[in-house]
């Protein structure tokens, strides 16, 4: 190698670079392999899949590369570096080398044949930037049994909580479908039946509250269903009848295979977000109080035991930035249809029986609104009459009393939050 080393600490094989800023940045990188040069930068996104990295067959001592993680998911999707022959850290290339920290950089550089390459650093980002919250909601589809329609219109809610006249629907007219905030700003409707049979379509929300044509399903086709948001930004469909597995959505809203279900099998249930990248689903048919926490992963964990009135077709939804609320529904046979609400911690506790107010009814939807509140509407009453009304959640989890019903009057909707804007 030609050249002073302290003029060529950006060192490449045979090339001497300048002292300041010699580094090459290269395009980022989404494959699943890549073949990386000495003196370059690399910006490594492993979003979509992991992501092998293969080092050069031949360095001098110097040589520099920089991996850094682009999308902070390393953590999710690891990379794994091949030093091609070279060794790593005193290790032959038949060693495996992963690193899966969620915002981390690595700087290598080559000091010999015996070290081979060298961390210099392998430090992880700590700064974890936090989205702000979600500000706006929709309530979408649904079914007016006096009149046989299957809708898919849906109601946008501002951040203040005021829901709007109907939009024209988009996709495919269905009910007892799940709704969720995924990407952080985004929604997505999945499943639900359409006429008599069960689907597994999906339909994207933008940021703007549009909502996409049909997606082609993923996973089993089912209904009365629940899903929420997880892991900040992305989402998870789970349970409903026909088996009830789940299904985990990324963060660019694309749904993943069956996963097998864990717990009680069941529908009727509902689910809401809550902690710090925390999910729940809770009660469900039967009717049972039952619920189900979801990690930062996605992962489904045992039953817990169940806090309050056993009831299916109810709703939930997020509030006071942290925690969740469960309310609404019916007992046995739909003879006692509740008001009822639940409220859940930000560790995930449920709690006992808030009396009930405004109008009972079960097969309602909700989502949160506002950065930290929430909202109840739709649904349908004890003598079977769709309805349009609301209820709103402070950031306390006070409900409020019935708002006048806006848009087409129907159950089995489903709901959830979109937009960082006001």
């Not at 946008?156 to 829901?163: E, F, I, P, R």
């Amino acid at each position: 190698m030609s050249g002073l080393v302290k003029d060529n600490i950006f060192g490449s094989s045979g090339v001497v670079l300048e002292a300041a800023g010699g580094l090459s940045w290269q395009p980022v990188v989404t494959a699943s392999t890549v073949t990386v040069s000495a003196a370059k930068g690399y910006f490594i996104n492993t979003t979509s899949n992991a992501c092998t990295i293969t080092l050069p067959s031949s360095a001098e001592t110097g040589d520099q590369i920089i991996l850094i993680d682009y999308a902070r998911n390393w953590g999710t999707n690891a990379i794994t570096i091949d030093s091609n022959g070279l060794n790593f850290q005193g290790e032959p290339d038949t060693y495996t080398v992963d690193y899966d920290t969620a915002g981390q950089s690595l700087n290598l550089v080559y000091s010999d044949a015996t070290t081979g390459w060298t961390p210099s650093s392998d430090i992880a980002n700590a700064l974890e930037p936090v989205a702000p919250p979600t500000q706006r909601g929709l309530f979408g589809y649904g079914h007016n049994a006096s009149g046989a329609h299957f809708y898919s219109i849906t109601n946008l809610v501002n951040s203040s909580g005021t829901v709007a006249s109907d939009t024209s629907g988009v996709g495919t007219g269905r009910w007892k479908l799940a709704a969720a905030s995924y990407g952080g700003d985004k929604a997505i409707f999945g499943f639900g039946q359409s006429s008599s049979a069960s689907t597994n379509v999906s339909n994207l929300v933008g940021n703007n509250g549009v909502v996409a044509s049909d997606t082609t399903g993923v996973g089993t086709a089912r209904d009365f269903l629940a899903a929420a948001g997880y892991g900040g930004d992305k989402a998870i469909f789970g349970f409903g009848y026909s088996g009830g597995p789940t299904n985990l959505v990324s963060n660019q809203g694309v749904v993943a295979t069956d996963v097998t279900r864990v717990g009680a099998n069941r529908g009727s249930l509902a689910a809401a977000s809550y902690g710090v990248g925390l999910a729940i689903f809770g009660f469900g048919s039967g009717p049972i109080s039952t619920t189900n926490l979801v990690n930062t992963s996605g992962v489904v964990g045992n039953d817990v035991s169940g806090v309050g009135t056993a009831r299916q077709e109810l709703a939930a939804c997020s509030y006071g930035g942290d925690k969740a609320v469960f309310g609404y529904g019916f007992e046995t046979g739909g003879a006692s249809i509740r008001s009822m609400t639940n409220k859940v911690s930000n560790t995930g506790v449920v709690a006992s029986d808030t009396s009930g107010v405004g109008t009972v009814r079960n097969a309602l939807a909700a989502c949160g609104y506002g950065g930290d509140k929430g909202i109840f509407g739709f649904g349908q009453n004890a003598s079977s009459t769709a309805l349009s009304m609301t209820n709103k959640v402070s950031n306390s989890g006070t409900v409020a009393a019935d708002t006048s019903g806006v848009g087409t009057a129907r159950w089995g909707p489903a709901a959830a939050g979109y937009s960082f804007s006001a």
